[in-house]
């Protein structure tokens, strides 16, 4: 280490110090023939002498500095050889490792060695590790990964004396950056500039990659569901290659894929139907072309589904009167045994009408007044009843009902939404704020349903493969009678507008939904919706199949308590996993209050792999709306089970996390100079393609320049002016100056 004070301005000194000296001896020279004693007149010369050279001092700017003493001879080059299987691929005759080694052995080394410098050689991929360079051509390059970051750090603090300088021959792809703080630490620590020089070329190598199957998690049985895959090309001109769908390990399906023309990234899927319950898996595999020099580094994927029948779905249909809603919506049910319609007709002010009841007791009062009363159905239907048919405390239930994760469902025209309904505690629930004169633009000329944008992609509005939603939806009757609602409230999703009636806020709305709580609300504002059904070229299967779909968006069966995801995007062997929970709210899982959430005790996550084994337990505390989050460390490539467990040791919710070693060295083969470049910008260092790269010897002076600007610039300047001390040094001798001056009475 070095230290000192140092002047900025020197000059200063040299100018200064003779006039303070001549000053101050010229004072005391008439001090003396005036008869002043000797003794005062040193007294008063060194306080004035002192004040005076502080002073110059101040002017000369004073800096204390201190740095790293970089100079020493015997300080090696530590040269770092890549050997991940990147470093194989072939751009010309030879392949990027050997290249790199052609360069060491004709060209860098003899140079570095003709220099007098000591030369340290290492080989890395995930690790970094010495190597004789005599051994180097027998070493393959195979690495899995590419741990740049690490390898320097590796080189610069290491176990022999301090680098004076780090060469990497590399391709510049680096896909572990864990260690990248530590490396740019232990260069700037070292004062050692990063030199890189990239090899192989800037297009890469022609690659294929596999890079995720995707399938739902849930199917019921006889269900049509899509097996997806992603797959990314940087080939031009791909040839045509096959994909083999397995399921459970044994042949499904195989398809022949005509790829577009240049590079891109789509995605091709298998139609399947599974009728056998459990859980199976779907793996897709990739039959590459054979086109010369290609890389392949993912060939297959897979998807856990599990086949399990939902549980049913019952909806509870309110009506003021009976309706031919009730009775065809009732068709399009009558033949899904997943979805069961329970009707509740009010025929006077103390008689109700039950249709499709389970048991004899079942709703025998009318509407439920209590929470236990509607837990047997999910969904709720209004239909032709005003403010004035359910009691405050009905509607609050309807609310509490909503909130815990039911779903309500507004239907009809004007006698439906009549203004009675506005500022009521239903209102609050709906997508849509209630019009004070709802029957006044009703009825219009008829007019065609008009979708928005969202609801040509939503799954609630599909029909199936080869049926366009569009057209589908084109082909409607004409309606006459719709309710007039005021606007849809923020948040709220609107799937239907009137084509022509402009609302104040937009079109008007016929369809819109919103979440409350952890449920669903939504309004259909179309009277005599079933006419549908009956049009003349109408196909029944598609009014009974939106009816379904419907049903089951506002009942979302199976819907999770505690949800599971994943904190990191890429997962891989030997890392710690990280996992968020998260409680929803109104979930049974969540303490039931008013108040505002506070972490609930005695739930428990475990992670089990393999054969049911647990790799991590601990205790963990949830609140609604609150995300908590725990790791685990994933060692090898395997099927990872996360569950949460109540206090009773209860499955709450779980989910499945695969961990795959995937290849990632050839997901981009293109060489990487924008890595190499910010390694030597951040350590003032140099970066150069391979064949770019100067001749040795002109290399090896601009290392030492470099390092010799490293050096200056590692120094730590922190400057001495003025400051509480200085100023105090001057004040006190001109003080104790004035003050011996005025005790002898000298002038």
Not at 219 to 226: D, G, I, R
């Amino acid at each position: 280490m070095m230290a000192g004070i140092f002047f900025e301005l020197p000059l200063a000194w040299q100018v200064g110090l003779p006039g303070v000296l001549l000053l101050v001896l010229g004072v005391a020279w008439l001090q003396a023939r005036l008869g002043i004693p000797r003794t005062r007149v040193l007294a008063l010369a060194a306080l004035r002498g002192a004040a005076l050279l502080a002073l110059v001092g101040l002017v000369a700017r004073p800096v204390w500095v201190t740095g790293r003493l970089l100079a020493g001879r015997g300080r090696p080059v530590v040269v770092l050889v890549d050997r991940s299987q990147s470093m194989a691929v072939r751009d010309g005759r030879q392949t990027r490792y050997h290249e790199a080694l052609r360069f060491l052995n004709s060209t860098l080394l003899p140079s570095l060695k003709s220099a007098g410098l000591p030369v340290r050689v290492m080989l890395f991929d995930q690790s970094a590790v010495p190597v004789n360079e005599n051994k180097l051509p027998s070493i393959s390059a195979d690495g899995k990964r590419t741990n740049l970051g690490g390898a320097i750090a590796e080189a610069a603090r290491g176990s022999w004396q301090t680098p004076l300088a780090v060469i990497g021959l590399t391709d510049g792809i680096a896909n572990v950056r864990a260690d990248d703080q530590a490396g740019l630490a232990a260069l700037a620590e070292a004062g050692a500039p990063f030199v890189g020089i990239g090899f192989g070329s800037d297009e890469g190598a022609p690659t294929i990659w596999l890079r995720n199957v995707n399938a739902p998690a849930n199917v019921p049985p006889n269900a049509t569901f899509n097996v997806s895959v992603e797959l990314d090309t940087n080939v031009r001109r791909l040839p045509a290659f096959d994909l083999v769908l397995l399921r459970d390990g044994k042949f499904c399906q195989k398809k022949r894929v005509q790829p577009g023309a240049g590079p891109r990234t789509w995605r091709e899927e298998f139609v399947l139907a599974e009728s056998q319950a459990g859980k199976h898996d779907y793996s897709v595999q990739l039959v590459p072309p054979a086109l010369p020099g290609l890389k392949a580094p993912e060939l297959v994927d897979d998807a856990l589904v599990r086949i399990s029948a939902p549980k049913p779905i019952r909806v509870l249909y309110i009506q003021g009167a009976l309706t031919w809603d009730y009775k065809f919506i009732g068709l399009a049910l009558a033949n899904d045994p997943t979805i069961k319609l329970t009707g509740l007709t009010r025929t006077s002010d103390k008689s109700v009408f039950r249709q499709n009841v389970e048991s004899a007791g079942e709703l025998i009062h009318g509407f439920p007044t209590s929470l236990e009363a509607l837990k047997p159905f999910r969904v709720v239907v209004l239909s032709n009843l005003r403010a004035a048919d359910l009691s405050a405390g009905q509607q609050e239930l309807l609310a509490r009902f909503c909130q815990l994760g039911g779903g309500i469902l507004m239907i009809g025209g004007p006698s439906t939404f009549d203004a009675s309904w506005r500022n009521s505690r239903l209102e609050q629930i709906l997508p849509v704020r209630i019009a004070s004169n709802p029957e006044g633009a009703s009825p219009y000329p008829p007019f065609h349903i008009q979708l928005a944008p969202e609801a040509l992609d939503s799954p609630m509005f599909q029909f199936g493969p080869g049926a366009s939603t569009a057209k589908v939806w084109g082909r409607l009757p004409t309606f006459t009678r719709y309710a007039c609602v005021d606007s849809a409230k923020p948040g709220a999703q609107v799937w239907m507008v009137h084509p022509t009636d402009a609302a104040p806020h937009g079109h008007r709305i016929l369809m819109a939904s919103e979440r409350y709580g952890a449920g669903i609300s939504a309004v259909l504002c179309l009277q005599n919706f079933w006419r549908w059904r009956l049009m003349k070229d109408s196909d029944p299967g598609q009014f009974d199949r939106f009816w379904k779909q419907l049903f089951r968006y506002l009942g979302e069966a199976e819907r999770p308590k505690i949800s599971i995801q994943l904190a990191d995007a890429d997962l891989h062997p030997r890392m710690d996993v990280r996992v968020v929970l998260e409680m929803e709210p109104g979930s049974k899982a969540a303490p039931d209050s008013k108040d505002p959430p506070a972490a609930a005790d005695g739930f428990s996550v475990r992670v089990t792999a393999g054969r049911k084994k647990t790799v991590h337990e601990e205790s963990v505390a949830l609140a609604p709306l609150r995300p908590t989050e725990f790791k685990f460390h994933a060692g090898n490539p395997d099927t990872y089970s996360v569950s949460v467990l109540n206090s009773s040791k209860s499955v709450v919710a779980t989910r499945a996390i695969r961990i795959r070693d995937r290849n990632l060295e050839f997901q981009d083969t293109a060489r990487s100079m924008e890595t190499l470049r910010q390694w030597a910008s951040a350590s003032h260092g140099l970066a150069f393609k391979a064949e770019d790269c100067p001749n040795p010897t002109r290399l090896i002076r601009q290392i030492r320049a470099k390092r010799e600007r490293a050096k200056h610039e590692a120094c730590l300047r922190q400057p001495l002016g003025l400051n509480a001390w200085s100023m105090g040094l001057v004040l006190g001798c001109l003080g104790g100056e004035w003050l011996l001056r005025k005790r002898w009475s000298i002038e």
